[in-house]
């Protein structure tokens, strides 16, 4: 029995773009959700911002328990980002770079869609519709209501969600493993330096210009042939702390930002965004690479541990100094010297740094074993996905439930045939 194919557009009641409003400075209007909001399909509360209107303006505009969350409006390789919203105690609206998808539960379970929207098969039904530009790519609601979506019966919806819900469940452990593992790097901080906003242990205050060294500029264009490196600020994980991303380009092809040289052992802070956490310790293999100029590159001077620098800025508290500093509404930002200005308290111990230099490289070393079982893990769940939207995942049940399911397709068809005439 094969599935019946239904447009994006049949199978959801609205689709709708986000309030595009000015984002208030406190807690005084209504949260909102905003790209950054959504991260690996969760939608975190953590990042929310706050609509500078007040309850009871805009209540059309609450989000609903079982709508979409959608990022039409972002990078090319993040459109598509979705989550699912499943109810918070207070009312919640979305920002304008997202859109929302009201399933109709007669057609589609909120969940069976979201999984759809995780999987290959949507991904590249997105591509020849994305709308590229300089900076950024976005896609219409008129062309995604266009997108085609395989339709299985209501009952197998719900043994797909089932089945998918279990694997999901593995990989979110697995994800909250490694928060878990994320908080070692502070604790380890802590201990050995103290919390530099109170400074328990006396050590002398200095500001972070003197505890690094000037770095090296490189115009990649000027040997056009050569191929290079480029890390952007696109290419560093802010949970993780670590460069995930590189773009091998032609020197003839690198951005006007791709001009610092980088060393093993550097420290790279995003100046962009600096809520975002985009700092990274530089791998030995990236060594006298290019990185942007997005970036305010650390590196330490003789005796000045690299391992503190890195530790220090995946502090919140460092965070927070830095965000602090930022500057513009939509695109906040810092400057160098904003970060290199900043007073903190060090010590001038050599051996000190030294040892904690070492702790750091050993729980990065764990770290990356870590993240190749996490690819895996992902990997695992991306041929499952693939497997459930070309049918096979659930063929056996819906052998054994034939009869059952009978009854069903008639009903469904006369939904979708309505749908066609209207």
């Not at 903190?344 to 190749?372: W, Y």
């Amino acid at each position: 029995m094969k599935w019946n194919i239904a447009k994006l557009g049949q199978v959801t009641e609205r689709i709708r773009n986000g309030l595009n409003i000015s984002q208030a400075s406190d807690a005084g209007g209504l949260p909102i959700t905003r790209i950054e909001t959504i991260s690996n399909q969760v939608i975190d509360p953590g990042k929310f911002g706050f609509a500078g209107i007040q309850e009871g303006d805009k209540a059309d505009w609450y989000l609903k328990s079982g709508e979409i969350l959608f990022s039409h409006i972002n990078s090319e390789e993040r459109i598509g980002n979705s989550a699912l919203y499943e109810g918070i105690p207070y009312p919640l609206v979305h920002g304008m770079n997202l859109l929302s998808l009201t399933p109709d539960e007669t057609k589609i379970l909120p969940k069976f869609l979201l999984y759809f929207a995780r999987s290959m098969q949507f991904h590249q039904s997105l591509k020849p519709i994305i709308k590229r530009a300089v900076n950024q790519a976005s896609v219409s609601i008129g062309n995604l209501r266009t997108i085609d979506i395989p339709l299985p019966l209501l009952s197998e919806q719900r043994r797909i969600v089932e089945i998918l819900d279990q694997a999901d469940a593995l990989r979110k452990k697995r994800a909250e493993a490694d928060a878990k593992a994320a908080r070692i790097l502070p604790t380890l901080f802590y201990k050995m330096f103290g919390d530099p906003a109170t400074n328990p242990k006396g050590w002398p205050t200095v500001r972070i210009q003197d505890l690094v060294t000037s770095i090296e500029r490189r115009d990649p264009t000027l040997q056009p042939d050569n191929i290079f490196i480029y890390i952007d600020i696109a290419g560093v994980d802010g949970k993780t702390g670590i460069i995930v991303e590189m773009k091998e380009l032609l020197g003839a092809a690198a951005p006007s930002r791709a001009r610092q040289v980088i060393r093993e052992n550097d420290v790279i802070v995003s100046t962009v965004r600096p809520y975002l956490r985009a700092t990274a310790l530089v791998p030995k293999h990236l060594d006298n690479e290019i990185c942007s100029t997005g970036f305010c590159v650390l590196r330490a001077r003789k005796g000045r541990g690299f391992g503190f620098l890195y530790a220090l800025s995946r502090l919140q508290w460092f965070t927070d100094q830095i965000n602090a500093r930022a500057r513009g509404a939509s695109y906040p930002a810092v400057t160098d010297g904003d970060i290199l200005n900043l007073a903190i308290p060090c010590p001038d111990q050599t051996k000190t740094h030294e040892a904690f230099n070492a702790q750091v490289l050993g729980m990065l070393s764990l770290q990356k074993r870590r993240d190749t079982s996490a690819k895996a893990i992902q990997n695992l769940f991306a041929s499952l996905l693939h497997r459930t939207f070309t049918g096979d995942l659930t063929a056996k049940w819906r052998e054994a439930h034939i009869k059952e399911l009978l009854a069903e397709i008639e009903q469904q068809s006369k939904y979708l045939n309505q749908d066609q005439m209207v």
